[in-house]
């Protein structure tokens, strides 16, 4: 019903800087899409261009089967919930709810009912009559998605909307929006840089780097098989390690150090290996190992980050910190947990048997065509 | 801090009396008989004649035609002063809102040469401003008196600059919540200007009520004539063995006085509440 349909969208700002470049995504209705990425990678840039805040370049958008290139955000049905929340400082939290549904002459009796319903929902009502000056930031965010909701858009648009709570703040508002969005079932695009955000709160991820699409795909796809180095170091904390690995057969050797795997024989000889620091474990007596020359530990309660050097190359491992450390430990990885990428291009490489993973992504490649 | 209290208070104290001492000066020798400050000087004792004077100065018919009374004076400066203030502020609103929020080629430069031919003084362009007049026939009318003085380019600058402090976010907001250009005018941009507003508003009362060559210039009418043309009148009469009604004189500045600082008080209250209240 209000599906968001974007197809080879590109957006080149005055003097040529081209912030996002032939980007498609077709998003379903009522589904909760995260686009994630650093700084400066253009996912603002795109969420603007879906709001209408910002002119499309190149290619279509489309909201509800109707392309909107060319209509006034206003007309676009969609809301959107800022980062700095933009509430209007003279209006009191009422006013600030009810403005849009004013400008667009909505009777007086059913915007008091659709403000009434917004406030008991996000737990505003006590503040209906206090000005955005005298609300904390928590609330203050909660009147912007009030701002959002009343409107009864098809589409729900967010930018960085938690980045300015504290960290407690932000895990419990992140929650509600969640659980706003599930009960509504409104269709979603929310931009973050924060990946733990991104993986809480997609349906489906979009990675996007340089203005260019990585990878889309659900959350623990695009964690268990990233298509790219880019994608495997964003996504998941601690970052994966990456480490160049000469092979030879079924061996690779990372410098003067050497694990074995297995069905490696299509893969080139050069090439980068991925290792999540929390699949790496103490290897017991008799296991083949790489040892982990150790620099220092963070200690994170449940866990412990152990980082250190192998062979000259920093990586990360994630232990439990009832495991005693020396100067050295000697770690060791399921051999099926490996990611293998191009040195060159960063690409995933796949072992052309191991069946499992090549479904997977096939499946992942297809959904959504499916959805 | 504490330390330098004593000095800080005896700073001020100097200041008030620098300050308002020439007005109890005015205020006290308006209470005396012309006469009596010919023949004394100024006096900073209150004399008897407190009453006569003011109701003789508000209401006494004076002039050449004998027709204008203090009142009429004080009311032609009140139009003078208020349509001066409403009008720069509208204007000037306009024109920053028209500058900031639409994109219309050469705006810059545009903004540059209103700003750079607005800042000559009135004084430079009296003459031509007073040929449009005559040609169009507005001498000797409020609207002769107050149009041509509304475009203003420090009104404009102020108002550019606020605007430019207001975050995108909110017009953007606006834009989404569907308000057009005007509503999102009247809607947001008003209201939050408020103490903006009441801030130009004191400064250009002021410079209205103030004004006196271009009054001058434009009427030849007296019941055009404002107090402060009205104090310089008095002072005219210096012909033959008359003396000049001195304490008139002195009891139309204190008038003149008592409305700009009336505005500046009512304004400043409302001026600060806006500037401790309006941080988002
Ligand atoms: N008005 C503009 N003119 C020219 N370039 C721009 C403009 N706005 C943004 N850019 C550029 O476009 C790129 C993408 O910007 P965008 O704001 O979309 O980044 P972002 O992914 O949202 O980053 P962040 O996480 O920091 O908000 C940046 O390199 C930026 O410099
Ligand atoms: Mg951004």
Redesign the pocket.
């Known amino acids: 019903m209000s599906a968001i349909n974007i197809t080879n969208v590109s957006k080149i ?3 040529g ?1 081209e ?1 996002v470049k032939s980007v498609s995504i077709d998003i379903a209705d009522g589904e909760f899409i995260v686009l994630v ?1 650093p ?8 969420l603007r261009m879906v709001a209408g805040l910002e002119t499309i370049s190149k290619g279509t958008v489309e909201i509800a089967d109707r392309i909107v290139n060319d209509v006034e955000p206003a007309e676009r049905d969609i809301a959107m919930v800022f980062q700095n929340y933009a509430l209007y400082p003279h209006m009191t939290v009422y006013d600030n709810l009810a403005y849009g549904l004013k400008n667009r002459g909505t009777p007086k009796a059913e915007i008091d009912a659709r403000v009434a319903e917004a406030a008991r929902m996000l737990q505003l009502e006590q503040y209906l009559d206090r000005k955005p000056r005298a609300l904390s930031g928590g609330q203050r965010q909660r009147v912007a998605m009030g701002r959002a909701i009343v409107r009864k858009p098809a589409a729900f648009l967010f930018d ?1 909307p938690l980045s300015n709570l504290d960290a407690k703040l932000r895990v419990s508002m992140r929650g509600e929006i969640k659980q706003l969005q599930k009960r509504l079932g409104t269709t979603s695009l929310y ?1 973050t ?1 924060d990946q733990l955000e991104a993986m809480t709160l997609a349906d489906r991820l979009v990675v ?1 780097n340089g ?1 260019e699409i990585e990878q889309i795909g659900r959350p623990l796809d695009v964690y268990h098989t990233p298509a790219s180095t880019f994608v495997a170091s964003f996504i998941g904390s601690p970052a994966m390690n990456l480490l160049r690995a000469n092979r030879e057969g079924n061996r690779l050797h990372f410098g003067s150090q050497t694990l074995e795997a297995d069905r490696l024989a299509a893969l080139p000889t050069d090439l980068t290996v991925g290792l999540r620091a929390e699949d790496l474990r103490v290897a017991q007596a008799g296991e083949q190992s790489l040892t982990l020359k150790i620099d220092y530990v963070e200690e994170l309660g449940a866990q412990r980050l152990v980082h250190g050097t192998v062979d000259g190359k920093p990586l990360t491992a994630a232990l439990s910190p009832e495991i005693d450390l020396g100067e050295t430990i000697a770690l060791t990885i399921a051999p099926s947990r490996l990611h293998f990428f191009d040195t060159t291009t960063g690409k995933r490489l796949t072992r052309l048997t191991d069946t499992s993973s090549v479904i997977r992504e096939q499946v992942a490649a297809l959904e959504p065509a499916i959805s | 801090m504490q330390r330098v209290k004593i000095f800080d208070h005896v700073i001020l104290l100097m200041g008030v009396f620098i300050m308002v001492g020439p007005l109890v000066v005015a205020l006290m020798t308006s209470s005396h008989e012309a006469a009596d400050i010919h023949r004394n000087g100024l006096s900073i004792l209150p004399g008897g004649h407190f009453v006569d004077t003011y109701t003789k100065v508000l209401t006494k018919e004076g002039g050449f035609t004998g027709k204008i009374t203090g009142l009429r004076m004080m009311m032609n400066s009140l139009i003078l002063g208020i349509g001066f203030a409403v009008g720069k502020i509208a204007l000037s609103m306009l024109a920053a809102y028209a500058l900031v929020y639409f994109r219309f080629r050469f705006a810059t430069i545009l903004f540059w040469m209103i700003f750079t031919t607005l800042l000559l003084p009135l004084e430079v362009r009296i003459l031509p401003s007073y040929e449009v007049m005559t040609a169009l026939n507005l001498t000797n009318t409020y609207t002769g008196l107050i149009v041509p003085l509304l475009a203003s380019a420090t009104g404009t600058f102020y108002f550019r600059q606020f605007f430019k402090s207001i975050p995108d976010e909110l017009l953007e907001a606006a834009r989404i919540d569907g308000a057009g250009p005007f509503k999102f005018f009247i809607g947001v941009i008003v209201p939050l200007s408020k103490t903006m507003m009441a801030a130009i508003f004191i400064i250009m009362f002021v410079y209205g009520w103030n004004q006196y060559l271009w009054p001058t210039l434009m009427t030849t009418d007296e019941s055009f004539f404002t107090l402060v043309r009205g104090i310089k009148q008095i002072l005219l009469v210096w012909v033959g063995s008359n003396i000049p009604d001195y304490n008139e004189a002195f009891a139309l500045a204190i008038l003149a006085m008592l409305p700009p600082v009336m505005i500046v008080m009512i304004f400043q209250r409302w001026f600060i509440k806006g500037l401790t209240e309006s941080d988002k």
């Open positions: 700002y005055a003097g800087v912030a990425g700084s400066g990678c253009g996912k603002s840039t795109l960085e931009v840089h996007l203005g």
